[in-house]
Structure formats: C-alpha cells, structure tokens
C-alpha cells in the first residue's frame, strides 16, 4: 500500500511539474500576436551584423517560438552562416511543409538571418565570428549535408527542426550550444539511436525515441525527458528548465 502511495504522490508532483508551466505559457502566448500568420513579422530582429557593416566570418543560433499553439510548447531553432566578405547569410533550419511537395525537409539558402519567426522575436543561441568562425562553417555545412531524417518530419517527438541543429551541433562541438528546454525534438537522437553525447558536446544523454530519456552535460546540466517535456537544472549557470516556460534563472 505504501509503494502504491508513494507512486501516487510522484506520478501527481510530476503531472504538476509539466503541467503548471505548459499553463503558464499557454496564458502568455495565446494572448500575444496576430490571428493569422500571414500577418505576423518576419522582419529582421537586428540581432546579426550587417554584410556590408561586418566583413569578417560569421555564425549564428537562434530560437524562436512556433507558431499558433505549437508556441505553447517550443520553439523552432536554426542556423545563420556568412562567410568572410558575402554579401548574404545562409539559413539552415528543417521546414516540414516542404515534404508535401516532394522536396527535402533541409532548406539550405540565402535569407535574413534573425528575422521574427512568425512573430515571434528571435533569440540568439551562439554567436562566433571572425577566423574561428571561417574555420566552422564548412562543417556546418557537412553536417547539414550528412542529417538522416531528410525525408521524415514530425513535430512531436521528432525529428523535426530541433532534432536538426541538435544533429549539426553534436558534429561541430566547438559551439558548446545549449539548446533551450523548449527546444522539442533535441532528444531525438538520430537514426534512432538510444545514447549519443548531448549537442553541446559537453556531456552524454540517454533518449527512446525523444519520449523519454536523461541528460548529464557541463553545458545542459541535468535534464529528465518526459514524453519530449524537459524539466531539468543548469548548475554552471544556474537555472531551472521548465517545460513551455524554458530558462527561469541567469540567461546564458
């Protein structure tokens, strides 16, 4: 009986745990932002230097939130890269509605590299720049060349965009990227492999299918994947990781 109790009393403290924050952030986003998304801003954030005002290498991360409903939950993540002297950035990002059309999931090309995603204003992940930069981008390109899941998209529990720049990262280590607890599809190791190092390089996870897994990492900190939700705490950087809320402590 006390066995029973006692998992009563966790199974109830752990719906509480996920269920409160998802709440909270179903208030703030559902009463936020225009009704359709036609409407909604695309525009450059002015989070990246300009071409013409920043000659030298660059590498960018960011995150913005989904749209509609999804928003409640996560955020979309893609990279921005230019190199020395280009009069444009690059965009890497996984778009799913591009497989209703035969084509790949990977979208590769030339676009602004920090604009509000749907409305959503950016928020910037990694920044490198100059020679250490020059020296990633070709990787970062390899590896968005070598993603697996080209041809699948899903957006619970992946793959999807984050099961992407999760892929990318863990190939190039010297980003360090911490991706946010609402990055959704991060724990989706690909190929649907059970144990990998974490995309910050900095650690190791354990993950079934980005269902349900956990993750040790100097970067992350201690993460519990539960259905693809994070709860989790950054020690280096001291935060809680909350499910639809992301970081409540000291931003990275």
Avoid at 49 to 71: F, H, L, M, N, T
Avoid at 72 to 89: D, L
Avoid at 217 to 243: R, S
Wanted: hydrophobic share 45%; net charge neutral.
């Amino acid at each position: 009986m006390k066995r029973l109790q006692r998992l009563t009393l966790f199974c109830l403290v752990l719906v509480l745990a996920l269920g409160i924050p998802l709440a909270a952030s179903a208030v703030n986003h559902l009463t936020e932002g225009p009704a359709h998304w036609s409407q909604a801003r695309r525009d450059s954030s002015g989070l990246a230097p300009k071409p013409e005002e920043a000659p030298e290498a660059v590498v960018q991360v960011y995150a913005g939130r989904a749209w509609s409903w999804r928003g409640i939950f996560g955020v979309h993540t893609w990279f921005a890269v230019k190199p020395p002297n280009a009069a444009e950035y690059t965009r890497l990002e996984v778009m799913g509605w591009q497989l209703r059309y035969g084509s790949t999931a990977v979208r590769v090309r030339n676009g602004t590299p920090d604009g509000y995603w749907f409305g959503s204003e950016p928020e910037l992940l990694a920044d490198v720049r100059g020679p250490d930069a020059e020296i990633l981008i070709p990787r970062i390109l390899a590896a968005a060349e070598s993603y697996p899941h080209a041809d699948a998209y899903r957006i619970w529990p992946g793959p999807n965009s984050n099961t992407f720049t999760a892929h990318i990262a863990r190939h190039v280590p010297e980003l360090s990227l911490d991706l946010p607890p609402t990055a959704i599809g991060k724990d989706f190791i690909p190929d649907g492999a059970v144990f990998a190092k974490t995309p910050s390089g900095t650690g190791f996870q354990i993950s079934l299918l980005g269902l349900a897994g956990v993750m040790l990492a100097v970067e992350e900190g201690i993460e519990l994947n539960v259905l693809g939700l994070t709860l989790g705490v950054d020690v280096t950087k001291p935060a809680l990781k909350l499910p639809g809320v992301g970081r409540v402590g000291l931003s990275n």
